[in-house]
């Protein structure tokens, strides 16, 4: 692409590094955690003893548990009572929403990009993917959360281990408007979604998020039996981006895959932005009491 | 159809998703708040199961113990004893130590109470040592000189 240095490290090359840098210090209660969000069977216990092996851990979900975001009208002391009192799912979102945010801490913004704005963009599809499980399709929505929550885990990949190129990237965006995975092809070679789905394969996570990280720009990639639930986060994602939460400037794809996505899904546009609004309300809770910042 | 029916047939679409949402939102939420309950349980069981364990655990070494010590109080026991025979054996061995008063012509051994008696009365009084009385060949000489004078006679033969 114009303006941009080709980078000469593979995505093999890539996602080794992964494995050396700081990034790999959540792999172990992140990947626990994924496998206990979708197992049905797990137990309490099965969670208590994942906590156990990540000490710090412990104090973070206290201090979410007790923010006054859960509100709840008792002082929750311990994991147990954090069990009882927020629910096993939400303690399970937390500590995914935890350990993810401490990839997304540093860094400083260049162009429309940083990784605050990422974070909020994460979350913003993770809390959309599962709203539209919850309300319209009456399903927990366990994965969609965490498959919205990571599905750019790809982009802060790049950021943390080819940061000057990335940062360069994100420049040119600005300049000249391209989808961010155009650009990262001519420069990388690869885009996050490659690298994601890399990651998410090296790391074991479950098959369904391994296609939701992976295709989440291009779900007609994804396995059959994946391919509604990558389109429920591609329509999160193409929305929050057109909601204002995006991390970059870029231009969004035709907005009549985004339609036929919907019908596919058997969404009413009525009932999306009933949705939509009740996100905007939970983000900007989410922002006003602190708990977006890691 | 005119636009004010479409705002209303609009409207009607907008409760009736409403409706649906809260009606599953209800459900998961009823769901979740059972699930709860069951972890509640779940940790409560675990915390019995965790107390029983703990007081049989106790109850062991509470058994221990209890033999610890009455092995104890054996040893103590046997200790005392074999104290106690130290002491004796200390205080008659005491009685034959230290100074004894003698008499420089006779032998006669003074006692605690001022009373003199034969240096083989006062020993087998105050010690387990037994006297067998013979005679040595001085006081042979000096009490019966013939027997003596016999007596060399038929050794030097
Ligand atoms: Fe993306
Ligand atoms: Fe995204």
Partial sequence: MDGAKKTNISLAG?????????????????????????????????????IELDPPLTAKILRVANSSYYATSKTIGDIQQALIWIGFDTLKEI???????????????????????????SLGVALLAK????????????????????????????????????????????????????GENSCFGYDHGLVGKGLAENWNFPAELIDGIGFHHDPEGAREEHRLFVKTIFISDYLMFEQGYGYVAMPLPDREILQQYVRDLGLQWYALRAII?????????????????? | MSSSDADLRQRIQELETEVRHLGNELRLTREEYEDATSKYLDIYC??????????????????????EIEERKRTEAEKEQLIAQLQKAMQEVKVLSGFLPICASCKKIRD??????????????????????????????KLYPDFHAELRRRTKK
Avoid at chain 1, 28 to 39: P, Q
Avoid at chain 1, 152 to 178: N, S, T, Y
């Fill in chain 2, 112 to 141: 605690d109470s001022g009373y003199w008696s034969q240096i083989e009365e006062y020993i087998s009084k105050h010690s387990n040592a037994l006297f067998s009385h013979g005679i040595c060949p001085d006081c042979v000489k």
């Fill in chain 1, 131 to 182: 709203t539209i499980y919850r309300r319209e399709f009456g399903e927990k929505g366990n994965n969609a959360y965490a498959a919205g929550l990571m599905h750019d885990i790809g982009v802060i990949v790049e950021d943390q281990l080819l940061h000057r190129e990335f940062m360069h990237l994100v420049q040119v965006l600005e300049d000249i408007p391209q989808p961010l995975t155009d």
């Fill in chain 1, 14 to 50: 890539l996602l080794e590094l992964v494995e050396t840098s700081t990034l790999s210090s959540i792999k172990g209660t992140v990947g626990g955690i994924l496998s206990l969000i979708s197992d049905p069977t797990a137990s309490s216990s099965d969670l208590i003893k994942l």
């Fill in chain 2, 46 to 67: 675990n915390l019995e199961k965790k107390i029983s364990e703990r007081t049989r655990e106790l109850d062991a070494a509470n058994g221990k113990l209890v033999l």
């Fill in chain 1, 277 to 294: 609004e009740i996100v905007r309300e939970e983000l900007g809770k989410i922002e006003q009491k602190g708990y977006l910042i890691a």
């Fill in chain 1, 95 to 121: 500590i995914l929403t935890q350990k993810m945010s401490e990839l997304y801490r540093g860094g400083t913004p260049v162009g429309g990009y940083s990784r605050l704005q990422l974070w909020r963009h």
